[in-house]
């Protein structure tokens, strides 16, 4: 019975001692910035490393859980929308305190959505807010309740705090107050951050323990990405939160474990060519850039299999459209791959009077199709899918040059003198909804890439995404919202304005000394459940 | 050292011959994309193993050292032909012409080269092959690369000029351009030589950064350049160790070019 009764304590105080070492590991994260983060203020936040910085010490009202991609609460316990999508209600948690200890109330959120609408600041996040001329009404009401109204109907309204981390109008270190899980503890400019446990973080685990476990996160500032990999291997790091392919099969090879493929992310690449009427180039070749059936052909010439196969060693996935399959609900599931069909293609170029002599396809005029693609230099992987559609195309007779370009003069190209053929270049989409695309899909716009800022729709179907986007913008209802956008993504896939290549895998590097860790496609892919993560017992117990 | 400089012509004339004869040599073309063999390891069928878009190694180290090697010294005597030009008027006319001249070459030497030539490579026109857009980008080295090699002719030159048997010419009713063909310019020879086998090796190497910045030669034609490129990876490099031949074959090459040169003509 003796015995039994010392196997029995032995199992609870194993069993008591796992959960101990789960919910209050200790110790100190470690992981890498690619560069200094340029602002701590988070409304101004718009590099990666700021948008890090924020999200680890920003407290917000709702957060877009990144595994189940649905809202959920966090300061604000409840909130509503009413008027058309134009005002917004918040119920906040009573009792909350910044990181200096200073008392949380519905004033902030005023005070913090007066900061982020006001022109004078710039702030990036404040951009998605701004939907008609007006300004912004915000009601401290009763009962720890705050109201914002904004001038028009803003669709997918709340979705949108999960990017506006609240700030104190009361504390003495003003933006350096925090509500978030982690605060900014010490900043060594260009070498180091070291963020450190909120004690006044409101989060607890279902037992009520208070989160998060880990004591503090070391940010080291390191640009080259062999050195942070070899300190991942070296254990002096715990992740990289986003890997690059040849990187991610070295892990693959020396520790599987470490490697987390989470699937297709939101991230596109694409191609498109200029079809600015006013730009220098000769009208023949606008004839063939504004044809359909020249974009689609090209767009069937391309092999994209073997490009996310070659240049993405398996990590990537064909492109559909522009949405890409890891945004669940507003991905259209009835779109395809362009299939590579060389024959095709050359089909739908002879319909346009296209015709190929001796290996050389010519336009109804006889000119030789030869046309050049601007990307930016350094960036290997899109040297590498140049290169493979250049090969490609010359199955249909076409000669492609492909040109590399420093940023800014590829900027001042596609931008303001116009005096290119096609570009290629990649989208780093952050966002679910979108609204974050109306800059990009309104003829309207300056970032309208194959032909900014028309006056009047050039074509019809540019016409009726304009009215699409619109509609989908000013819509309250999801459903209704979800219709819009379906119908711009089959009209994007039929005209192809932007030859979508392939979406690329999120690729992390995961130490095992790190646990409760749960990749995920949205930013950021690893430590977006930050104050759930642990660390190893002997590993917490040397940091 | 003697016999180290034949063994360096020796391989130099070895290495030129196999970049002329790659048309016969190489196994494939350079640009074909064998995609079922990315990055494969050597093999008998790819001597050097495959690229990360499976273009055979071995034929683009050829190509690519052809047209580095080639261009390289075309680069360099256009320069040195420019720094002669420059630097010996400047040199043998002395006075404010020189001055002038002198202070143009320190505003050139003082120009942030590698921006200029970024900024110029962003200026050419799209739509070039990746032959002319390679000839443009030599030219261009040529052409901005002469400044360093006048400084030094010009003070060749001038002191040329004071010589005693520039006097003896000029007493004996030499002048002008006759002075300046028959007796000046055989006497600059060595140093326009020198001059002119320490560009190769720069030119080589500043093409080769450019081609790391990923502004050097398009696509799909190589040099070294775009094959030292793959060197960028440390960690990928190590478990594949034939892909650092393009490094040791370009090694080998530039100390080849300065064994080349004899006592005489090194720099002091």
Redesign the interface.
């Known amino acids: 019975m003796k015995k039994v009764l010392v196997v029995l304590g032995l199992f609870i105080l194993v069993v008591l001692g796992s959960s101990s070492v789960l919910a209050q590991s200790g110790g100190e994260l470690r992981f890498c910035l690619r560069s200094e983060p340029k602002t701590f203020n988070p409304l101004l936040a718009a590099d990666d490393s700021s948008e890090t910085i924020r999200y680890l010490t920003g407290g917000v009202l709702m957060r877009v859980n990144r595994l189940t991609q649905e809202l959920e609460p966090e300061l604000a316990e409840s909130w509503k929308v009413t008027n058309g999508g134009k005002t917004i209600t918040f119920q906040l948690h009573d009792g909350l305190h910044f990181s200096d200890g200073t008392a949380f109330s519905a004033d902030d959120v005023a005070f913090t959505i007066q900061q982020l609408m006001d022109p004078a600041l710039h702030s990036p996040t404040g951009d998605s807010f701004r939907a008609g001329e007006g300004t912004v009404e915000t009601r401290v009401l009763p009962k720890n309740r705050v109201a914002i109204t904004f001038p028009a109907p803003i669709a997918g309204l709340d979705r949108l705090f999960d990017q506006v981390a609240i700030m104190s109008v009361t504390s003495p270190q003003r933006e350096m107050a925090v509500l978030g899980a982690y605060y900014v503890a010490e900043n060594k400019a260009g070498s180091y951050i070291l963020l450190k446990r909120n004690p006044y973080y409101w989060r607890k685990d279902p037992v009520g323990r208070p989160l998060p476990y880990i004591d503090s996160v070391h940010l080291d500032i390191q640009q080259n990405r062999d050195v942070e990999m070899l300190r991942l291997v070296r254990g002096q790091i715990d992740f990289i939160n986003s890997i690059d392919a040849e990187y991610f099969d070295k892990v693959v090879s020396q520790d599987p474990a470490m490697a987390h493929d989470a699937g297709v992310s939101l991230d596109s690449e694409q191609i498109w060519f200029n079809q600015v009427s006013s730009s220098p180039l000769p009208s023949y070749k606008k004839a063939w850039f504004t044809s359909t059936n020249f974009r689609r052909a090209i767009s069937e010439a391309i092999n994209r299999e073997d490009m996310a196969r070659i240049v993405f060693r398996g990590h990537a996935r064909p492109a559909v459209g522009p949405v890409s399959p890891a945004n669940k609900f507003w991905f259209n599931s009835k779109l395809q791959s362009h299939p590579f069909d060389q024959k095709s293609a050359l089909q739908r170029l002879a319909q346009d009077g296209f015709r190929l002599q001796g290996g050389v396809l010519r336009d109804h005029d006889g000119h030789a199709v030869e046309f050049s693609v601007i990307t930016n230099a350094g960036n290997k992987y899109r040297e590498r899918m140049a290169t493979m559609i250049q090969q490609d195309l010359t199955g249909i007779g076409i000669k492609l040059n492909v040109v590399t370009l420093d940023f800014p003069s590829l900027i001042e190209r596609i931008t303001r003198t116009f005096d290119y053929e096609a570009c290629l270049l990649g989208l780093v989409n952050d966002d679910l909804d979108p609204n974050s695309e109306m800059n990009v899909w309104l003829s309207s716009s300056d970032t309208h890439q194959w032909n900014p800022s028309e006056k009047t729709p050039a074509t019809a179907w540019e016409a009726e995404i304009d009215k699409l986007m619109r509609a989908q913008a000013s819509n309250p209802n999801p459903k209704k919202r979800k219709e819009y956008y379906d119908k711009v993504q089959e009209i994007a896939w039929q005209q192809e304005p932007f030859i979508y290549l392939v979406n690329k895998n999120a690729l992390s590097a995961v130490s095992a000394a790190v646990h409760n860790v749960h990749p995920v496609v949205l930013r950021p892919q690893v430590y977006w459940n930050m104050d759930e993560l642990t660390l190893g017992n002997e590993v917490a117990r040397n940091r | 050292m003697k016999w180290a400089r034949i063994a360096a012509i020796v391989f130099l004339l070895t290495v030129s011959a196999a970049c002329l004869l790659a048309d016969f040599v190489a196994p494939a073309s350079y ?3 064998f ?1 079922d063999l ?1 990055d494969a390891p050597p093999s008998r069928q790819h001597l050097l193993g495959t690229d ?3 273009r055979d190694r071995f034929s683009r180290v050829l190509y690519g050292t052809r047209v580095s090697l080639l261009l390289a010294p075309a680069a360099a005597l256009l320069s040195s032909l420019l720094a002669a030009f420059i630097g010996g008027i400047a040199g043998f006319a002395g006075g404010w012409l020189e001055r002038c001249v002198m202070a143009g070459t320190d505003l050139f030497l003082s120009l942030p080269w590698l921006f200029l030539l ?2 110029v ?2 200026l050419m026109p ?5 032959i002319i857009s390679v000839v443009i980008t030599f030219a261009l080295l040529g052409c901005l690369g002469w400044a360093g090699a006048a400084r030094v002719i010009c003070a060749d030159a001038r002191a040329l000029a004071r010589s005693d048997f520039i006097l003896l010419a000029r007493a004996s009713g030499s002048s002008g351009f006759r002075l300046l063909w028959r007796h000046l310019v055989p006497n600059l020879k060595p140093v326009l030589y020198a001059q002119f086998w320490i560009s190769v090796p720069v030119f080589i190497l500043t093409e080769a950064n450019l081609g790391i ?3 050097g030669v ?3 034609l190589p040099s070294w350049g775009s094959l030292l ?1 793959e060197l ?5 490099v190590t ?1 594949q160790p034939w892909q650092l031949v393009p490094l040791i074959l370009f090694i080998v090459v530039v100390s080849s070019f300065h064994l080349v040169l004899t006592k005489e003509e090194l720099p002091a």
């Open positions: 640009a074909h994309q995609r990315p990360d878009l499976g970024i900024t490579r962003a799209l739509n070039v092959s990746p910045l990923g502004l398009a696509e799909p490129r960028e990876s440390f960690s990928t478990g």
